[in-house]
């Protein structure tokens, strides 16, 4: 491998190892906040130990995020210095935003999210609660506002200073706001939300299943499914407008992403298949037209109408953006069909149903993955689309031996910092929240259930 596929490789690693922490985290976020909301209100003692124990699992999820996503900010300077020179005052000015609007709010309000259930007020320990949910929210934003700035840069100029070309903002509200920022950061922030979602019903599925700790367990499943199902919902709206906007803007993205060829033929809407590039045509079931149709008829430029060296690795983003839609379509349906099973009753005493729910966790880790594997291997062979191709960003002096000693570090480490999370995190569920019961309420529920 030469030392662009090395670097993209290395750089790819990291940041979907990274890439597993911050959706839970802003997820929990959120759930943190209705589940100290809702003790607020009721006053019901199982909804503090529900929020007691999700914080110990939101600060370790924190930490490992924190930890694992340093590494990447000292990439740019390593692997990818010709490029940080190039876009440093546009995506600079996201990361320091990022660092003083995100990541301060969101650790500086963490010590009393942790420590200070006794040592504050409830309606302080519920405001610092907010605030970290928000920083975690804040960071996502500076975050994808800088990267979909590579996806559609606007607000800027090209410089040359001193025989040095750098891009330097001219429109910071236009760069921030850029052709695709808001639906990107929309869909990922309501990705987070599933993520953080499904790690709540999966746990509570597992004492369910167990028949442990049902106080929080029943309450923690019935809140995990509604954000589940509300979002879920509003993902799939949200994908379809992202998806126009990414035929809009980055026009052989989305020929990859459909597996379009001839822009003279309507878009076949295609639910899974492989696509031949030597015939110019996709092997697998075909509905003729239909995604012309989810697009009001919209045509399309097709991969024809770009010479090759300007498309990107047609199979793989094709088949990320078919897994990452079918899955979150599947996920829909398992989530569906369990709400209705928990407002009829049906679900606690479903072993199979609560068995796939535990397993279901899965499901929107590999979603975001995919996602981020689609829209970055998409953008190729641009690092900035349209403006700096991924080759000319290197660092000039970096070396294959150099990268392939970095990837092997780095690959020992996180396979540690991965071994020492799971095991936390185990290890943190098999002991449970604080006072654990199996409640008279559950018998209740289903027989409550049973009458309707």
Not at 392 to 413: C, R
Not at 436 to 444: H, K, S
């Amino acid at each position: 491998m030469n030392t662009e596929i090395l670097a993209r490789a290395q750089f790819a690693f990291t940041s979907m190892f990274h890439y597993i922490f911050p959706p839970m985290s802003i997820g929990l976020g959120l759930l943190l906040v209705i589940i100290e909301g809702i003790w607020l209100r009721t006053g019901d003692e199982k909804y503090k130990r529900m929020a007691h124990f999700w914080v110990k699992i939101f600060s370790l999820i924190f930490g490992i995020g924190v930890a694992s996503g340093i590494v990447l900010e000292f990439e740019f300077g390593t692997n990818w210095a010709t490029y940080s020179r190039y876009v440093g005052d546009i995506f600079g000015s996201a990361l320091a935003a990022e660092g003083i609007f995100a990541f301060f709010l969101e650790s500086g309000f963490l010590a009393i999210l942790v420590f200070g259930w006794h040592k504050v007020s409830p309606k302080m320990h519920f405001f610092s609660t907010c605030m970290v949910a928000l920083g975690s929210t804040f960071s996502a934003v500076w975050i994808i506002v800088a990267n979909s700035w590579m996806q559609t840069p606007q607000g800027y100029v090209i410089r040359n200073n001193h025989g040095v070309l750098r891009a330097e903002i001219t429109d910071f509200w236009a760069m921030v706001f850029n052709p695709s920022s808001v639906d990107r950061l929309v869909h990922s922030v309501t990705g987070a939300w599933i993520t953080g979602a499904y790690l709540l019903v999966s746990v509570s599925a597992y004492y369910l299943l167990k028949k442990r700790h049902a106080d929080i367990a029943l309450p923690g499943i019935k809140i995990g499914l509604a954000l589940a199902m509300v979002t879920l919902v509003f993902q799939i709206v949200n994908g379809h407008t992202s998806t126009i906007g990414v035929a809009k803007n980055q026009p052989s993205k989305f020929a990859a992403m459909e597996g379009h060829f001839d822009s003279k033929q309507p878009i076949d809407l295609i639910p899974f298949g492989w696509v031949d590039e030597a015939n110019k045509t996709v092997i697998g079931p075909t509905i003729p037209g239909g995604g012309s149709a989810l697009m009001n008829g919209q045509m399309a430029k097709g991969l024809n109408d770009f010479p090759r060296e300007d498309l990107p690795n047609v199979q793989a983003t094709f088949q990320m953006f078919h897994l990452m839609v079918g899955l979150g379509l599947l996920l829909t349906g398992i989530t569906f069909v369990a709400s209705i099973m928990a407002w009829n009753g049906k679900l606690w005493n479903n072993r199979l149903m609560l068995s796939m729910l535990v397993g279901s966790v899965a499901i929107p880790h590999i979603c975001n993955q995919a996602g981020w594997v689609t829209a970055e291997m998409g953008r190729q062979p641009w690092v900035v689309f349209g403006v700096l191709r991924t080759k000319d960003g290197l660092s000039k002096i970096v070396t294959e031996s150099q990268i392939w000693a970095s990837l092997v570090l780095f690959g020992l480490l996180y396979a540690l910092l991965g071994f020492l999370f799971f095991y936390l995190l185990n290890k943190r569920i098999q002991i449970g929240p604080e006072e654990p019961t199996w409640p008279e309420t559950l018998a209740n529920d289903s027989a409550a259930g049973d009458a309707k």
